[in-house]
T-cell receptor, first 113, second 115 residues
């Protein structure tokens, strides 16, 4: 069995300040982990992925995430928020031997000017 | 290179009716997964098709069925529609096979409203 918990349903930051979106997971098998972003009325876009290579993963638009097996976490960070980062963010786990995706409930990121 | 395409964009059906949604995967992809996203929630995995067979299935009733064609496109069928089936239905494609990163590309979705 697998599950994903996004610890914050809403995060609000000021433009230019750091972003931290938290994700914890559980998986019976060694997982692949992903972050996706969904802008209003737009499709889901892949931000970054972890698939057993480097534990610090860099993605698009300045985002990065660190896989911490001991803490079963995969938190998403960005040093400096931009207004265009305002969107819904989803953490996803896929057990490597199973292929069945589990999405978290999402975190809404608001960026204040 | 076209990405994942879905049709129709919007659909309104009545309770008890049947609906078919369509998906064409990104070029080079052979695996299609379907998701249901209710308002304000994360996508829920319905099932995945690879080599024209259902490979994985989520916790959805048998009213939800699918098909994959030799050109890798896919259909999602829902029978006996309920009001609770109203949602955004997302299709995602990826490269399957024994070595896969499971990296999925999503289509824009089909908004189904059941009245």
């Amino acid at each position: 069995a697998q599950s994903v918990t996004q610890l914050d349903s809403h995060v609000s930051v000021s433009e230019g300040t750091p972003v931290l979106l938290r994700c914890n997971y559980s998986s019976s098998y060694s997982p692949s982990l992903f972050w996706y972003v969904q802008h209003p009325n737009k499709g889901l876009q892949l931000l970054l992925k972890y698939t057993s290579a480097a534990t610090l993963v860099k993605g698009i638009n300045g985002f990065e995430a660190e896989f911490k097996k001991s803490e079963t976490s995969f938190h998403l960070t960005k040093p400096s928020a931009h207004m265009s980062d305002a969107a819904e963010y989803f953490c996803v786990v896929i057990p490597r031997d199973a292929g069945k995706s589990t999405f978290g409930d999402g975190t809404t990121l608001t960026v204040k000017p | 290179d076209a990405g994942v395409t879905q049709s129709p964009t919007h659909l309104i059906k009545t309770r008890g009716q049947q609906v078919t949604l369509r998906c064409s995967p990104k070029s080079g992809h052979d695996t299609v997964s379907w998701y249901q996203q209710a308002l304000g929630q994360g996508p829920q995995f319905i099932f995945q098709y690879y080599e024209e067979e259902e490979r994985q299935r989520g916790n959805f009733p048998d009213r939800f069925s699918g098909h994959q064609f030799p050109n890798y496109s896919s259909e999602l069928n829902v029978n006996a529609l309920l009001l609770g089936d109203s949602a955004l239905y997302l299709c995602a494609s990826s490269r399957g096979g024994p070595i896969t990163s499971y990296e999925q590309y999503f289509g824009p979705g089909t908004r189904l409203t059941v009245t």
